[in-house]
Nanobody
Framework: QVQLVESGGGLVQAGGSLRLSCAVS????????MGWFRQAPGKEREFVVA????????NYADSVKGRFTISRDNAKNTVYLQMNSLKPEDTASYYC???????????????????WGQGTQVTVSS
């Protein structure tokens, strides 16, 4: 059974930083691209960032470029999201997801991911 468990969310002031983690089990982590998505109350889920299975390629939403950084540690079966210069509009539940197919690129399409974590709340105060 594939499981994804996020951690690291919390309350932070605008301009602050948080680091999210997503631990994966039940699948050969190193063979799969990973993505982060977020959903704010009353809004649709939106793509944040993804990393290819090799870790070489990344894909960022324009709204987070230059502020967020995705990385992966295949030895720990974990993907990270370093979030700096946080803004109130970054407030949302953040979800990690694992690609449906092996050895794919860093896609922004939710349909290409088949397992999702339970989400971790990030709240940025102004």
């Amino acid at each position: 059974q594939v499981q994804l468990v996020e951690s690291g969310g919390g309350l932070v002031q605008a301009g602050g930083s948080l680091r999210l983690s997503c631990a994966v089990s039940g699948r050969t982590f190193r063979d799969y691209a990973m993505g982060w998505f977020r959903q704010a109350p009353g809004k649709e889920r939106e793509f944040v960032v993804a990393i290819s299975w090799t870790g070489v390629s990344t894909n960022y939403a324009d709204s987070v470029k230059g502020r967020f950084t995705i990385s992966r540690d295949n030895a720990k079966n974990t993907v990270y999201l370093q979030m700096n210069s946080l803004k109130p509009e970054d407030t949302a539940s953040y979800y990690c997801a694992i690609a449906r197919a092996r050895r794919t690129v860093a896609s922004s399409l939710p349909s290409l991911y088949d397992y999702w974590g339970q989400g971790t709340q990030v709240t940025v105060s102004s």
